[in-house]
T-cell receptor, first 114, second 111 residues
């Protein structure tokens, strides 16, 4: 199993550009989520999904869109990038909705917005 | 408002020393998890605690969940350079709510 994969690993954008961060998992997990990690801020939840066709907002959803058309994929879209979105983005998945289940993280995408 | 407060924020110790890091909240959590993150990688789960007063051991690491389920601690005995990393606690207010993370404790163990 590849686990949770993320692409790209690094990305530089100009202000106002759009892009999609890809996330895929091959563990048949129902629950997937996106976090951003900034220095001294820990991990903050952006959006999450409890299954295909179902998404919900986390703590910091503004400026980001998600969709979940399949169990495997959970892309994160930046519609108009801003310097404040410079961060490291992590995708995670876990089996079922219960929070005590192990959450598996991808290797991250380091995004810089100029 | 940070639901989970971790302390200390930074810790630098010599190999062989013992240390404890803390994760505190004013809220009750149904479960708490500890993750370790190394540079350039995603966090990896170390342990999950779900019962107040629970103690779990993982080799030289001892995890405790407070009786009131509002706090947790991680104790490392005889730290080694391989223990270096960012330690994150994460909790959920109820069984199916998203995890919230603390800001982490960055540990450096010097040989």
């Amino acid at each position: 199993n590849a686990g949770v994969t993320q692409t790209p690993k690094f990305q530089v954008l100009k202000t106002g550009q759009s892009m999609t961060l890809q996330c895929a998992q091959d563990m048949n997990h129902e629950y997937m989520s996106w976090y951003r990690q900034d220095p001294g801020m820990g991990l903050r939840l952006i959006h999450y999904s409890v299954g295909a066709g179902i998404t919900d907002q986390g703590e910091v959803p503004n400026g980001y869109n998600v969709s979940r058309s399949t169990t495997e994929d959970f892309p994160l879209r930046l519609l108009s990038a801003a310097p404040s979105q410079t961060s490291v983005y992590f995708c995670a998945s876990r089996e079922g909705a219960y929070s005590y289940n192990e959450q598996f993280f991808g290797p991250g995408t380091r995004l810089t917005v100029l | 408002t940070q639901l989970l407060e971790q302390s200390p924020q930074f810790l630098s110790i010599q190999e062989g020393e013992n240390l404890t890091v803390y994760c505190n909240s004013s809220s009750v959590f149904s479960s708490l998890q500890w993750y370790r993150q190394e540079p350039g990688e995603g966090p990896v789960l170390l342990v999950t605690v779900v019962t107040g007063g629970e103690v779990k051991k993982l080799k030289r690491l001892t995890f405790q969940f407070g009786d009131a389920r509002k706090d947790s601690s991680l104790h490392i005995t005889a730290a080694q350079p391989g223990d270096t990393g960012l330690y994150l606690c994460a909790g959920a207010r109820s069984g199916n709510t998203p995890l919230v993370f603390g800001k982490g404790t960055r540990l450096s163990v010097i040989a």
